[in-house]
């Protein structure tokens, strides 16, 4: 058996072992079934990454026609953050777009977006994403057997509480919930508060049955998950950023035919730019929808009561400075000026 034969074998037993079989089978065959791509997310369909995800699918079935189906799961109905890039390199989801926080365990350097009062607000993300760290930062999962396609936008996270949080001192004692990140565990320990690391998809429920005391969200997330009727006080902290990551598995993606992939990577980077606008209107209308609701209190925060946060959070930028990248961080803090 010649080496080209071995290799082609063993590179095909490789592909279906990833469970990425299903693309190089479909290659050169003119009567194939479409491709099936399953996009799972655990957000509401009315958000910036549901839209995305809708917008996605209908630009791929109308341009690859026949070739590939795409399949969107939203509200965790098929994966959870916590094991989808599992059943991702397993083969049982074929796109997804977890928050930045959540790839702790594959890409710990992109806890760099989780570190508060880093970004001033989305244009300085955008720089950075669009920038030399930026870039390099995304491709950080390849050694992970993933692919990262792209940034997404949600927003700036607000602090939400059953009690008023004006001063950190506020915060003492209270539970939060956060996503998987360590960075986000030390950014409450920083104001002696406990943070307990919860899927989204309990979050209303810990909130409802006061299991916690709060939690940080997006005002989309705040407001399509319905968190506001369950939190009487919302403080306008903007302290972090809520960015995800469009992810395959390197077997599917590059598996494909070179024209699907093309195909695919256009359709996503028009639905990322549409995503993104949507981030930029849902952040200013969930916001006003909530305040019109009269169901929870906006708090605003003075000068001085920000500047007591920063102070108290912004040691957390040291503790992590060797996980995230002392020259990401000062990329970073250069992008906030114009
Ligand atoms: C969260 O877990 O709070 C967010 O990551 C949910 C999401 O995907 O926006």
Redesign the pocket.
């Known amino acids: 058996m010649g080496v080209r034969v071995v290799c082609c074998l063993l590179f095909a037993g490789l592909l279906t072992a990833c469970g990425g079989g299903d693309a190089p089978a479909d290659k050169g065959k003119a009567d194939a079934k479409p491709i099936l791509l399953k996009f799972s997310?655990?957000?509401a369909e009315n958000t910036p990454?549901g839209k995305m995800a809708i917008r996605f699918k209908e630009l791929v079935e109308k341009r690859l026609a026949g070739r590939v189906k795409v399949e969107v799961y939203p509200n965790s109905q098929l994966f959870g953050?916590n094991n989808v890039l599992e059943a991702m390199l397993l083969g049982d989801v074929q796109l997804a777009a977890?928050?930045l926080s959540?790839f702790e365990n594959y890409s710990p350097a992109l806890q760099l977006f989780d570190l508060p009062f880093l970004f001033r607000d989305m244009q300085a993300v955008d720089r950075f994403q669009g920038g030399p760290a930026g870039r390099a930062l995304l491709g950080s999962l390849s050694s992970k057997g993933l692919v990262g396609l792209g940034y997404l936008h949600?927003g700036m996270k607000q602090l939400s509480a059953n009690q008023p949080l004006r001063v950190p001192s506020d915060a003492n004692g209270k539970k939060f919930r956060i996503?998987t990140s360590d960075v986000l565990a030390a950014q409450f320990e920083a104001v002696d508060a406990v943070p307990l690391k919860k899927p989204?998809s309990e979050v209303f429920t810990l909130l409802q049955t006061k299991a916690i005391d709060g939690q940080e969200?997006t005002w989309s997330?705040i407001y399509s998950k319905k968190f506001y009727e369950v939190q009487e006080y919302i403080t306008e902290s903007n302290h972090g950023v809520?960015d995800?990551l469009v992810v395959s598995s390197a077997a599917f993606w590059n598996g494909l035919p070179d024209d699907v992939r093309d195909g695919l990577a256009g359709a996503l980077d028009e639905a990322i730019a549409y995503g993104n606008q949507v981030a930029l209107d849902k952040a200013v209308e969930d916001k006003k929808a909530i305040a019109d609701s009269g169901r929870s209190t906006i708090i605003e925060l003075t000068d001085d009561e920000r500047a007591q946060w920063v102070e108290a959070m912004k040691p957390v930028w040291m503790q992590f400075e060797k996980i995230v990248g002392k020259d990401n961080i000062e990329a970073a803090v250069a992008a906030n000026k114009r």
């Open positions: 997310h655990v957000v990454k953050d977890p928050a959540k949600n996503m989204f969200n997330n809520l995800y």
